[in-house]
């Protein structure tokens, strides 16, 4: 569809309903976290359960991302935006009615379908109908929906929690999508991209899913079954982990994809991914950055929690409400983004909004202590989030800028991939420095501690760090504790606990401040021309 047959005045309507369908994605990515712990009391789950609660949505949603951002372009984007959505909605009923782990799974299976058909349609689109300025407009308003979701999930998650039921975190997508399916087929034309030319392509599908889903989940899950060596021996093959397989199996496969894709786009036959798209140089450098960014930003928000909850002691709420600022200052950036890019460019704000993110991580490296007032990390979440603002909308511009229209649904498809393996990639990295600086930090750190044995010190230490911090909490107000040790000794040993996992927690953090700093060097080879 031409974009001159898209009346203006429906256009920002379209983009309220895109941002609408591209929000309820990403609050259900954050949502659930909050709400998981009341969900595994309410249906008797174990860790293991739990952990596949939030690891198979995220591994169907990254493994499909490809082949519905290709699908979308043939059959249509409000199509298949109606489809994702209607998948969705089915999959969030589902869960929400769930008594156990079985039907559970099922529903966020469904819930993965629908976001990986709802993500990359909506990106196409708003590249379709949107050009010159008003696509920097449309892209910051697109960037800082995500960035403030993202943030706002765990508040809503503790509100439903606190205050309804857990049941309502699945609950809420039900009018949400009601909404953006009665607003698509009112205002969002068809559009389409490139046409398949002659049979589907099933072996890049099946390719793609298997190398996809290979290497997200060993991401995930290397930590869990070891990264090389199996951590039970009943797990292990040939004494090795299952993970070192998983990833040479996810590469090998995903090196046999582009040759097979290669090969049908020299034979001019219908494929899955035009590898083309790597030669322009905004898209592969942006993809590039975008993966690194993932990484380092995962670092503030897989452990600022842990340390709001297990060293300053909030709840679930007030550590949601903390968290919210950043959302905040990502709504502020995206008002600035459009007459900042008008006087310079998307790249020179990209760069300016990574080196924002790299420098509040590195605000927290240097100010968080103990006793750290939650003015200062307010202050530095706020910098922070008008960093994300800046960076994320502009990013995704220049990764799309230069994609042709017809070859949107592959583009952001290919985009929204790389920021899924970039994500997980933090998991990975990132999770596992910061359990090492746990492993070495922790370790021998109450042994002065007068009248406690060393069996306890040691105990409750490899609590600690098994709980992730969580330990400490109980240690000041579970009444197992309180009955077991004195007053004085257990007030000692949550103070040198908190002290030495405040330690660990800044380590981490200073890590994810090199890495969003080398994303910030990288964003120099981006092409610094202006949107026309």
Not at 336 to 344: E, S
Request: aromatic residues 10%; contains cysteine; glycine residues 8%.
């Amino acid at each position: 569809m031409d974009e001159k047959t898209v009346q203006v005045r429906n256009k920002w309507m379209i983009l309220a309903i895109l941002a609408l369908a591209v929000s309820i994605i990403v609050i259900d990515g954050t949502i659930i976290n909050v709400a998981l712990p009341v969900i595994i009391k309410d249906l008797h789950l174990n860790f293991t359960n739990a952990e596949w609660i939030i690891t198979l949505y995220s591994l169907i949603f990254s493994s499909l991302l490809i082949t519905t951002g290709r699908i979308n372009d043939v059959l249509g984007r409000k199509k298949l935006l109606i489809i994702g959505v209607v998948f969705f909605i089915i999959g969030s009923i589902l869960a929400s009615l769930s008594h156990g782990i079985e039907m559970m799974l099922v529903a966020r299976s469904v819930q993965g379908v629908g976001g990986a058909i709802v993500l990359p349609t909506t990106l196409s689109t708003v590249n379709t109908f949107f050009k010159g300025h008003e696509r920097i407009i449309a892209f910051a308003v697109w960037g800082s929906v995500i960035s403030g979701m993202a943030a706002v999930g765990p508040l809503l998650g503790g509100i439903f929690t606190t205050y309804l039921n857990w049941r309502w975190v699945f609950w809420i997508n039900l009018p949400i999508g009601l909404l953006i399916i009665i607003g698509a087929l009112i205002y969002i034309p068809e559009n389409y991209g490139e046409k398949w030319e002659g049979k589907f392509d099933i072996l890049g599908f099946l390719l793609s899913v298997i190398s996809f889903g290979s290497l997200v989940y060993a991401l995930i899950e290397g930590r869990n079954y070891g990264w090389i060596y199996a951590k039970e021996a009943s797990q292990a093959i040939d004494g090795l982990s299952r993970i070192p397989y998983l990833l040479l199996l996810g590469i090998i496969i995903l090196i046999c994809l582009v040759f097979w894709e290669k090969h049908l786009i020299k034979q001019g036959k219908s494929h899955l991914i035009s590898l083309n798209l790597f030669k322009v140089k905004s898209f592969s450098i942006g993809n590039l950055i975008a993966c690194i960014v993932a990484i380092g930003e995962f670092g503030l928000l897989f452990v600022l929690p842990l340390f709001l909850q297990n060293v300053l002691f909030l709840s679930a709420m007030q550590a949601g409400l903390l968290l919210c600022l950043l959302g905040v200052g990502a709504f502020f950036a995206g008002g600035f983004a459009t007459p900042f890019v008008k006087k310079t460019s998307p790249a020179i704000v990209v760069s300016t909004g990574l080196l924002l993110e790299a420098l509040a991580l590195l605000g927290f490296f240097l100010t968080i202590k103990v006793n750290t007032s939650t003015v200062w990390i307010a202050a530095w979440l706020i910098v922070y989030g008008i960093g994300l603002g800046f960076a994320s909308a502009q990013l995704t511009s220049i990764v799309m800028r230069d994609v042709p229209d017809e070859k949107a649904g592959q583009g952001s498809s290919i985009q929204s991939t790389v920021r899924q393996l970039g994500s997980a990639l933090g998991v990975a990295i990132i999770g596992t420095i910061f359990v090492s600086f746990l492993w070495q930090d922790v370790p021998g750190s109450l042994r002065d501690i007068p009248n406690l044995p060393p069996k306890v010190a040691v105990q409750v230490e490899n609590s600690v760090i098994n709980s992730a911090g969580s330990s400490i909490v109980a240690l000041k107000n579970d009444p197992q504790y309180t009955a077991m040790l004195p007053e004085p000794v257990r007030n000692h040993l949550v103070k040198d606990l908190s002290q030495t996992f405040t330690k660990s927690v800044v380590k981490a953090i200073g890590v994810s401040s090199i890495i969003l700093f080398m994303s910030f060097l990288f964003t120099f080879w981006l092409p610094k021309k202006k949107t026309e």
